[in-house]
């Protein structure tokens, strides 16, 4: 699949925003020890990448009911879904001046259609090292899921299903989606949240 950005300014990848604040003093720590134990710019997107993916639980995995948003609390909890790690992966990278966005999939909830839709969101990383967009999912690797750090051929968690009606959207984000944000903001229990709240489009 072809990836098309949403704004041809770089720059427009490396903002700080409310849900991506890599000015919060933990996010600038890891990020900075990360980035020191790094010989370029490749292996310090590959170890930010993996230790979001990592170390940061996906909440349903877990089955917790707290819900992160921003990339601070992420970092804090060691927890969010899909939504809250691709804030804290973007805010990672972009603290060191990597570009980074938001890429969405909208997959089965379940293994079948009949469980319904829900959007997934992974991240749009630029490197200027080789000139490339490459898509990574942090979201958190358990039996069936292997997403991987690749330069080649891309290995993400969810391999889409078209038979499923299952679909890539093609458009790397400078922000988080307004629908993504908004459920994690207005509401309490994240099991309940993941259950019946997530978005099915964009």
């Given at each position: 699949m072809e990836l098309t950005c949403e704004s041809?300014?770089?720059d427009d990848y490396l903002e700080e925003t409310e849900e991506v604040d890599y000015g919060h003093f933990s996010?600038?720590?890891?990020?900075?020890?990360?980035?020191?134990?790094?010989?370029?710019?490749?292996?310090?997107?590959?170890?930010?990448?993996?230790?979001?993916?990592?170390?940061i639980?996906?909440?349903?995995?877990?089955?917790?009911?707290?819900?992160?948003?921003?990339?601070?609390e992420a970092l804090f909890f060691q927890e969010g879904i899909c939504y809250a790690k691709s804030n804290l992966l973007c805010a990672l990278l972009r603290?060191?001046?990597?570009?980074?966005?938001?890429?969405?999939?909208?997959?089965?909830l379940g293994?079948?259609?009949?469980?319904?839709?829900?959007?997934?969101?992974?991240n749009g990383v630029y490197l200027r090292s080789i000139g490339k967009w490459i898509r990574l999912d942090?979201?958190?690797?358990k039996i069936g899921v292997?997403?991987?750090?690749?330069?080649?051929?891309?290995?993400?968690?969810?391999?889409?299903?078209?038979?499923y009606e299952e679909k890539d959207y093609p458009v790397i984000y400078k922000t988080p989606n307004t629908k993504t944000?908004?459920?994690?903001?207005?509401?309490?229990?994240?099991?309940?949240?993941?259950?019946y709240g997530l978005p099915s489009d964009l």
């Open positions: 041809s300014n770089l996010i600038k720590d890891i990020s900075a020890e990360l980035y020191s134990q790094s010989l370029n710019e490749i292996e310090f997107v590959k170890s930010a990448f993996e230790f979001v993916r990592d170390n639980s996906h909440s349903w995995d877990i089955q917790s009911s707290r819900i992160t948003c921003r990339a601070s603290c060191q001046g990597i570009p980074t966005g938001f890429c969405y999939q909208r997959l089965t293994d079948t259609p009949d469980t319904g839709y829900v959007i997934h969101a992974l942090a979201r958190g690797n292997d997403a991987q750090f690749s330069l080649e051929e891309e290995k993400l968690a969810f391999p889409i299903r078209e038979v944000t908004a459920v994690l903001l207005q509401n309490t229990d994240c099991i309940t949240m993941y259950r």
